[in-house]
């Protein structure tokens, strides 16, 4: 497998600026709104890297780390914590794909 695209991490963390923006500003409407479509390119994101690191002797990212972030994650959404959702996903979640980037 060949590397993961840049664009796509770079995308990623776009909507999660964008998307925490929103939720950091109490703009919650909006930030749930915009959330199907930044969890639909998380989702993707974390398809190709896991499809990219099979078979791969680069640890440029451990799985195992990145699954505890989306569990985090999933759990501030069910709880309705945007504050915290957002603190996972900007300050935890944004700089393990920033990584893959170096």
Known sequence: MGAIPKNMIMEASKAID???ALFYQQKVKEGYDMLDN????????NNVIL???I???EKDIN????NIVLSNAMIAIENG???LL???LYFDLKPLLE????
Not at 99 to 102: E, G, P, V
């Open 18 to 20: 964008d998307n925490t």
């Open 38 to 45: 930044t969890l639909a390119l998380l989702i993707n994101t």
């Open 51 to 53: 499809e990219t690191r």
């Open 55 to 57: 078979g791969s002797k």
């Open 63 to 66: 799985q195992e780390v990145l």
């Open 81 to 83: 914590d945007t504050i």
């Open 86 to 88: 957002s603190d996972i």
């Open 99 to 102: 990584r893959i980037c170096k």
